[in-house]
């Protein structure tokens, strides 16, 4: 191991660093902006329904006018205004076909929006497992980070990611030691090579 320090004072140093109240916070945001959307989708299909009933009422009273109309009237008289008529409930007719196919529509997507807000309430603040792992290996590169940082050790990585360079900071002696960290050496040569240069017997 590269630090002899007691592993109960690392624990609690990074128990410190561990915050979840933004997680808790985003969550919260999620589930109001879902709930506002729930509450707009429900206005929306009440308002289509009640667009829906109004047109139905108005082909009632444009059945019941152009009935009336043939009744009393020559029929070859008023062609022209029964195909207008006819016209018109075509148009009513598609556009309550129209409301009524929105309105499905709105309801599967609140279905969706309903399903979505199970699983992240299953999943908790935390994510899926993979998130979870993914965000544990970075706690743990960055409490590492952190650790090297208080030695006065800054870690510097190269384009593909990998740790390379190393620069020591050396306080007794008041100089900076650059050290090239090549893979074919053991982490082991390395820890005594650090440990060594910054008691100031490299």
Request: net charge negative; charged share 30%; glycine share 4%.
């Amino acid at each position: 191991m590269l630090l002899d320090e007691d592993p109960a004072t690392l624990i609690h140093h990074t128990i410190g660093n561990f915050n979840i109240q933004p997680d808790r916070l985003a969550l919260g945001r999620i589930t109001e902006s879902l709930s506002a959307l729930q509450q707009a989708r429900d206005l929306r299909v009440r308002e289509a329904e009640s667009a829906l009933r109004k047109l139905s009422r108005n082909l009632s009273t444009l059945e019941s006018h152009h009935n009336e109309t043939v009744t009393n009237h020559d029929n070859s008289q008023h062609a022209t205004q029964i195909v207008e008529l006819d016209t018109q409930k075509f148009r009513i007719a598609k556009a309550a076909s129209d409301l009524e196919i929105e309105a499905e529509r709105l309801e599967q997507e609140l279905q969706g929006l309903k399903e979505r807000l199970q699983d992240l309430e299953i999943q908790g603040v935390e994510g899926d497992e993979s998130a979870r792992a993914v965000r544990e290996m970075e706690d743990a590169t960055i409490l590492k980070l952190k650790v090297y940082r208080s030695l006065g050790i800054d870690v510097e990585a190269d384009k593909a990611g990998n740790f390379s360079k190393a620069v020591i900071r050396n306080t007794q002696k008041g100089d900076v030691h650059v050290v090239n960290i090549d893979p074919k050496f053991s982490n082991f040569f390395y820890a005594n090579y650090l440990w060594n240069t910054m008691q100031g017997g490299a």
